[in-house]
Every structure is written in structure tokens, then in C-alpha cells.
């Protein structure tokens, strides 16, 4: 990991070619995305506060074919800039993550020819493995993921924190069961808990009254109201209207649990999403 990153001045640097290698990118679109981040950062006032990001414009030599091709040379500012700018085309992985933890501790080295020490790796791998465990459990749903990268705020940059913090959150949110998946479970499930002469139907709604399905058996339609938690009053009043509108005499209530009176003539089915 270490010829990730190399010091210049005494400055942890990285290069475009380097980026590209570690975020599995073509070159010319990390270019692209410099230079596009050039032109914003040109109009945009940076915090005096903190080190300004830095890009210095190079070239190298193609080894298949010789010609010569630009790249940049980067700081860490300059790198937390670029993955933030285009975070779709960085994606954060363990990989990454080791990446961007080896530049930040190489940030501190004083000397040149200064690498890192044992006790940086350690620290290092520790990271990777904590936030290996975190993506897992996130990726399951596990929310236990946000108290296990909490060290990451002490132990690495905020940049570093925070990304991983926003991959772990949005792994969780996906995970997260959707009214779509009650659809999903009806559309599986209902023959077997209801009737095998249920069938699913299609037929014109009025915009303003669209039941989630509508069920047919011995020539009567049924209109099915789905809710992803509880179902209640207002699910129960909505069913009631389409029930009323389409002049049905049966209606079907689907949710998690039942947390009002039903009538004797509709039926509650509790799905088994949450």
C-alpha cells in the first residue's frame, strides 16, 4: 500500500494514475474529474483554516505505446475533494478505505525518506478490518454497523469517518423494508393464505380511487389496501371509500398488525415483511 502514496516536500501525495489504479476508474475520467473540480474550486473560497488542496498538473510516459500523457499530483485535501466531488465514481470499499487511511497517517511523516512504521500498519489493518465488519453488518441491515465505526472518530480523519459513516447509513436505508415489499410478499403469498381461487386482476380505476390490487373470485372484485406497518383507522377509512366508490362488498386490509375494529366484511391478512 505504501507505493499508493509517496511524500514531496514532506507532504503526503498521491498521483491521478495512482487514484485511478485504486478505484478501479479509467484514467482520463479521473482527469476529467479534476479538472472539472479545478474550475469549482478557481470560484470558490477555500477555509483559510485548513490546507488548501493541491493539484500539480504532470505527465508520464504510456508503457505500451511511449507518448506522453498528463496527470496530477495530489495532497490528501486535494484527494478528499475529488472522492466528495465524484463520490459515484469512487466507491468506498475495505480496499479504499485502506487506502485513505495509509494517506492520512503518511500526512505525518516529517522526513522524505520517512515510511511507515509497524505501529501504522497495525492501525491500519485494525481500521480495515473494523469497517469490513461494519460494511457486512450494514449490508444485512444490522444498525449495531453505526456503533462499531464510532472509533473511526478518534482513530483516523473526519474525511475518512464520515465517508464511511455515509456508506454504512446508505447500506442500511437499502436494507430497510419498503411498502414495495409488501407488494412483493402479497403478490407470492396470497393464494396460500387466502384462497388458490383468488387471482389477481387488473381493471380500470378512477384516479383518484386506485386500490394496491384488486382480487377476483366467482366473479366478484375485491380491492386490497397494503400498508408496510400497522394497519389502522385511516387504511381502514381508505379501503372503506374505494369499498364504497366501486360498490364492492368485500375488502381485503394488509399490514403488519391490525390496530383497529374491522368490519365483518373485510378480511386482515398480516404479512411477514418487518
Known amino acids: 500500500?505504501?507505493?499508493?502514496?509517496?511524500?514531496k516536500n514532506e507532504k503526503a501525495m498521491t498521483d491521478s494514475l495512482k487514484v485511478a489504479e485504486m478505484f478501479r476508474e479509467r484514467h482520463d475520467?479521473?482527469?476529467?474529474?479534476?479538472?472539472?473540480?479545478?474550475?469549482?474550486?478557481a470560484t470558490t473560497e477555500i477555509n483559510s483554516s485548513n490546507e488548501s488542496p493541491v493539484f500539480v498538473e504532470t505527465s508520464y510516459t504510456h508503457a505500451q505505446n511511449g507518448q506522453r500523457y498528463p496527470k496530477y499530483n495530489m495532497n490528501f485535501y486535494g484527494l478528499e475533494c475529488?472522492?466528495?466531488?465524484?463520490?459515484?465514481?469512487f466507491p468506498l470499499t475495505?480496499?479504499?478505505v485502506q487506502y485513505l487511511s495509509t494517506c492520512c497517517a503518511m500526512q505525518g511523516a516529517r522526513k522524505k525518506e520517512?515510511?511507515?512504521?509497524?505501529?501504522?500498519?497495525?492501525?491500519?489493518?485494525?481500521?480495515?478490518?473494523?469497517?469490513?465488519?461494519?460494511?457486512r453488518k450494514s449490508c444485512s441491515g444490522d444498525w449495531s454497523a453505526l456503533e462499531d465505526i464510532k472509533v473511526l472518530n478518534t482513530e483516523s480523519s473526519?474525511?475518512?469517518?464520515?465517508?464511511?459513516?455515509?456508506t454504512i447509513i446508505c447500506n442500511l436505508l437499502a436494507c430497510r423494508a419498503k411498502?414495495?415489499?409488501?407488494?412483493?410478499?402479497?403478490?407470492?403469498n396470497y393464494k396460500s393464505v387466502l384462497n388458490p381461487s383468488f387471482t389477481i386482476v387488473k381493471r380500470e380505476n378512477d384516479q383518484r380511487h386506485i386500490p394496491d390490487f384488486w382480487l377476483r373470485i366467482g366473479g366478484e372484485d375485491i380491492p386490497v389496501e397494503c400498508k408496510l406497518h400497522d394497519f389502522g383507522r385511516s387504511a381502514l377509512n381508505q379501503l372503506k371509500r374505494y369499498m364504497d366508490?366501486?360498490?364492492?362488498?368485500?375488502?381485503?386490509?394488509?399490514?403488519?398488525?391490525?390496530?383497529c375494529d374491522l368490519p365483518n366484511n373485510i378480511v386482515f391478512i398480516q404479512h411477514g415483511v418487518m
Open 179 to 188: 411498502e414495495a415489499d409488501v407488494y412483493d410478499w402479497f403478490r407470492s
Open 114 to 135: 520517512q515510511c511507515l512504521d509497524m505501529k501504522d500498519h497495525s492501525r491500519i489493518n485494525a481500521m480495515n478490518s473494523l469497517v469490513e465488519i461494519a460494511y
Open 158 to 166: 473526519n474525511f475518512i469517518y464520515q465517508a464511511v459513516l455515509e
Open 82 to 89: 475529488l472522492i466528495v466531488r465524484h463520490r459515484s465514481r
Open 94 to 96: 475495505n480496499e479504499t
Open 245 to 259: 366508490f366501486y360498490h364492492c362488498r368485500h375488502g381485503i386490509a394488509v399490514g403488519a398488525d391490525c390496530k
Open 29 to 41: 475520467h479521473v482527469i476529467r474529474g479534476i479538472r472539472l473540480l479545478l474550475h469549482e474550486l
Open 1 to 7: 500500500m505504501n507505493d499508493l502514496v509517496f511524500l
